[in-house]
C-alpha cells in the first residue's frame, strides 16, 4: 500500500506570497528545521532567480556536509528548456528538480492567447522534460498548474507523456483552491490508476479546504495504488489565501478518523518540532500565528467554559485529541523585562559578546540543534568576524536575530557569508 510523503513548499510558494518574504538565513534555517523534522522534501527555491543562486548553492553545500540531510532540496522553475539549462548552468550541483507548465483552458487560452494547444504544451513539457534528464537529475517532478480547472483527459494524457519521459512524479496544483475532498479523490485516484505516477497534491486555500483536499487527493492516489506526496507550508502561508499547513496536515494524516494507521506517512516525523517551527516562521514571516491555529495556535490547548475545564481536568481526552508536549508546547518561554543587551547592524564587540555568552544550545555536527552545546570564540579575531557577519545578517533581516540564527552564523560562518552576499552578480 502507498505512503504519504511530505514536500515543503515554504521557501517556494510561502516566498512568493504578496507582501511578504525571508532572509537567506531565515531560508535555511527553515530548511535546517524541516529536516531535523524529518520532512521528505524541500523545494527550496527559485535557481532561475539570481539572488537566490548563493542561497542555493549554500544550502546545498549544507547538504554534501551532512547538515542538511537526509531531506531532498529541489528546486523550481518553468518547464521551459531554456529555463532548465539556466537553472543548471547556475546551479550545478541540483539533483532534484519540479517543472511546472499550466495545463488548464484558462491558462493556456489567458497565457498563451489561444495560440497553444494541449498536445503543444504536453510537447513543450516534454522537452523540458527531456533536458532536464541530460542534466543528469535524480527526481523530476512535473507539476500541472491548474490541474483541477483541467480536462481530466487532458490531465491523464500530460501525465502520461511526463511519465515516457522520466518524470518521477506528478503534481496535481489546486492552483485556485477550486476542489473539494471528493472532486480531488476522484482526480488523484483516477491519475494514480491511468498515469501510473505517484501523485503530488498542491492544494490552496480559497475556499478554506487546502488541508482537508490534501488528506482526500492523498487517499486518492494511494487507493489508486501510488504513493502520494502533500505540498505544505509552514502556518498555511502561500499566495493569497495560502496552502496546506504543514502541521495541520500530519496531525490530520496522524490523528484523524479512519485515516491513522490506514493511509501512513513513508517517512518517521518528530512532530515535537511543530511548535519551535511555527513559532520561527512566524517571526520570520512577520505573520502573527492565529489563536486557533491547529497545535501551534495560543488556544489550541487552552479550556475556559466550566463543562470543558472539568472535563479536561478528570480526563484531558474529554477535550483534546492529542497533547501538546507532542507538538513540542509545554516549556515556559522566558521574556526580558529589564536591560536587553541586542545584536543589530552597528553592534559592537563586547556587546556580541556578551549575546553570545548567553547563548546556550548549538547546532551539532548532523544539524541537530542541540542543547548543551554553547559558544566560544577562539580569539579575538574569530569573534570579529563573526560579529561582522552578524551585523550584515541584521541589515538584510531588519530584525533582531534569533538565538538559532546567531549559533548557526558562529557555526557556519562560510555559509553564512555566501547566503549574507547580495549584490547583484556580475555578468553570468
Ligand atoms: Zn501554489
Not at 505540498?231 to 484523524?256: C, F, W
Request: with cysteine.
Amino acid at each position: 500500500m502507498g505512503k504519504i510523503y511530505i514536500i515543503d513548499v515554504t521557501n517556494r510558494d510561502g516566498v512568493q506570497t504578496a507582501k511578504l518574504g525571508l532572509s537567506k538565513l531565515e531560508k535555511t534555517l527553515i530548511n535546517v528545521y524541516l529536516n531535523e523534522m524529518g520532512v521528505f522534501q524541500s523545494e527550496f527555491g527559485f535557481p532561475t532567480t539570481r539572488h537566490e543562486q548563493l542561497y542555493l548553492q549554500a544550502n546545498l553545500e549544507l547538504a554534501e556536509m551532512g547538515v542538511l540531510k537526509p531531506i531532498h532540496l529541489s528546486g523550481w522553475v518553468r518547464a521551459v528548456v531554456d529555463d532548465v539549462e539556466l537553472a543548471f548552468k547556475r546551479i550545478p550541483q541540483l539533483k532534484h528538480m519540479n517543472l511546472s507548465m499550466s495545463t488548464s483552458n484558462q491558462m493556456i487560452n489567458g497565457k498563451f492567447r489561444g495560440g497553444k494547444s494541449i498536445d503543444d504544451i504536453i510537447g513543450k513539457m516534454t522537452e523540458a522534460v527531456d533536458a532536464a534528464a541530460s542534466c543528469g537529475l535524480e527526481t523530476i517532478g512535473v507539476n500541472a498548474e491548474d490541474a483541477s480547472r483541467t480536462d481530466l483527459k487532458n490531465l491523464i494524457k500530460f501525465g502520461k507523456a511526463a511519465k515516457e519521459h522520466g518524470a518521477a512524479r506528478l503534481r496535481y496544483c489546486d492552483t485556485l483552491g477550486y476542489d473539494n475532498p471528493f472532486t480531488i479523490y476522484d482526480a488523484a485516484k483516477a491519475l494514480a490508476e491511468n498515469v501510473g505516477l505517484p501523485v503530488e497534491l498542491h492544494c490552496h486555500g480559497d475556499l478554506g479546504m487546502a488541508v482537508a483536499n490534501s488528506l482526500a487527493g492523498a487517499k486518492g492516489a494511494i487507493d489508486g495504488g501510488q504513493d502520494a506526496y502533500i505540498n505544505t507550508t509552514i502556518n498555511g502561508i502561500g499566495e493569497r489565501a495560502g496552502n496546506a499547513d504543514l502541521v495541520a496536515v500530519i496531525l490530520a494524516i496522524m490523528k484523524s478518523k479512519d485515516f491513522a494507521g490506514k493511509y501512513c506517512l513513508g517517512q518517521d516525523i518528530d512532530l515535537s518540532i511543530s511548535y519551535k517551527i511555527a513559532k520561527f516562521a512566524s517571526y520570520a514571516f512577520k505573520v502573527p500565528i492565529p489563536i486557533n491555529q491547529p497545535g501551534v495556535g495560543a488556544n489550541a490547548f487552552a479550556h475556559a467554559s466550566g463543562i470543558h475545564a472539568d472535563g479536561v481536568l478528570k480526563d484531558k481526552g474529554t477535550y483534546e485529541l492529542y497533547d501538546f508536549t507532542e507538538l513540542g508546547r509545554g516549556e515556559p518561554e522566558q521574556v526580558e523585562t529589564g536591560r536587553e543587551i541586542c545584536t543589530g547592524q552597528y553592534s559592537g564587540i563586547s556587546g556580541f559578546r556578551h549575546v553570545m555568552g548567553q547563548i546556550i544550545g548549538g547546532i551539532a555536527a548532523d544539524g541537530h540543534i542541540d542543547g548543551d552545546m554553547s559558544i566560544s570564540f577562539h580569539n579575538d579575531k574569530e569573534a570579529e568576524e563573526i560579529l561582522e557577519l552578524v551585523r550584515y545578517a541584521n541589515v538584510e533581516a531588519q530584525k533582531p536575530l534569533v538565538e538559532e540564527e546567531l549559533v548557526f552564523i558562529a557555526k557556519y560562518p562560510d555559509i553564512a557569508r555566501k547566503l549574507l552576499t547580495l549584490r547583484p552578480l556580475d555578468g553570468e
